[in-house]
C-alpha cells in the first residue's frame, strides 16, 4: 500500500504531532492540521465499500421484539465492529463502524486528545465535560451512590460529510455517547490510547438530570438545568456487544524512506 495513501499521511502527521509531544497534550495548530487532513479522508480510501454500507444494518438492543430472550437478541443483533489500523504508546488509529440503533454508551478518556470523523452516515452525539472543581453529591437512597457534576458539550446528530470533532483531557465533550441513527462509521485517533497502566482506563457512567439531587444550593447560577447533569460511574455495560473486523485499507509502513 503506496507511501502516497491517505492513510499513510495521517500515521505520519499524527506520528510528528503526538510523539513529539509526550504526554502533554499538542498545541491547537499541529490538531488543526490533523482535522483538516482528517476532513478530506473518505471511506473508500479506508477500504469500505457502498455495499458494506448499506449492509451495515441492525437493531443492537434497542430495536423490536428485542426483550424475549437477551441470549438470542446478542447473537441475533449485528455487533459494532472495531477495524484496527495503528497503534503505539503514543496514539492510535482506528474505524468503529456501527449498525444503524447501536449505542456506544457514555464514556471518558482520561488525559486524551481524541478526533473523530465521520466517514458516511448520521450519528447522534451527546457528550459532557467535568465541572472542576469537582462537584459532588450522594443519591440520597440506601445504596448512596455517588454523582458528579458535568455540563453538556453536545447534543446532536452529525452527518457525513461534516467536520472532524475534538475532544481535549478537559474540553470538547471528554465523555461521550454515541447512537447510530444510521449506519454509520467513525475514523478514530486517539492520543494517547486506553492504557490501563498508565492510569487511562475506560469508565462508563450513567447521566442523570440535575434536577435528580440536592446538593442544598443552586451551582449553576442563572444558567438553564438542562445544560448540566450529574454522571455516575458504572460497570462496563453487558448490553456493549462489539468485536474485531478486519481492516481492509491501505496499511502503514513504519519505514517510510
Keep these: 500500500m503506496a507511501k502516497g495513501s491517505s492513510v499513510q499521511a495521517l500515521y505520519e502527521l499524527c506520528k510528528k504531532t503526538f510523539a513529539a509531544s509526550g504526554t502533554a497534550s499538542p498545541s491547537s495548530r499541529p490538531i488543526r492540521k490533523l482535522s483538516s487532513l482528517l476532513d478530506t479522508i473518505t471511506p473508500a480510501e479506508v477500504g469500505l465499500r457502498e455495499d458494506t454500507m448499506e449492509d451495515e444494518r441492525g437493531h ?152 435528580s439531587f440536592s446538593t442544598g444550593n443552586r451551582l449553576i447560577g442563572d444558567e438553564q438545568e438542562d445544560d448540566y447533569a450529574w454522571l455516575e460511574a458504572i460497570e462496563s455495560p453487558d448490553n456493549l456487544y462489539m468485536r474485531s473486523g478486519e481492516y481492509t485499507g491501505p496499511t502503514v509502513q513504519y519505514h517510510v524512506a
Excluded at 107 to 126: A, R, W
Aim: proline fraction near 9%; hydrophobic fraction near 35%; aromatic fraction near 12%.
Design 60 to 211: 443492537g438492543f434497542f430495536g423490536s421484539n428485542l426483550s424475549r430472550n437477551s441470549m438470542r437478541t446478542a447473537r441475533w443483533a449485528q455487533p459494532i465492529k472495531y477495524l484496527h489500523i495503528y497503534d503505539c504508546d503514543s496514539f492510535s488509529i482506528g474505524i468503529f463502524c456501527l449498525p444503524t440503533s447501536s449505542v456506544i454508551p457514555l464514556h471518558d478518556h482520561p488525559g486524551m486528545t481524541v478526533l473523530s470523523k465521520i466517514l458516511y452516515g448520521s450519528l447522534h452525539v451527546k457528550s459532557y465535560d467535568w465541572i472542576e472543581p469537582p462537584c459532588l453529591a450522594k443519591s440520597g437512597e440506601p445504596d448512596n451512590f455517588p454523582v458528579r457534576l458535568a455540563k453538556l458539550h453536545m447534543d446532536t446528530v452529525l452527518t457525513a460529510p461534516c467536520p472532524t470533532t475534538v475532544l481535549y483531557p478537559k474540553s470538547g465533550g471528554n465523555l461521550h455517547c454515541f447512537t447510530a441513527v444510521t449506519s454509520c462509521a467513525v475514523l478514530d485517533v486517539l492520543a494517547p490510547p486506553y492504557a490501563e497502566e498508565a492510569g487511562r482506563s475506560c469508565t462508563y457512567y450513567h447521566d442523570y438530570p440535575y434536577s
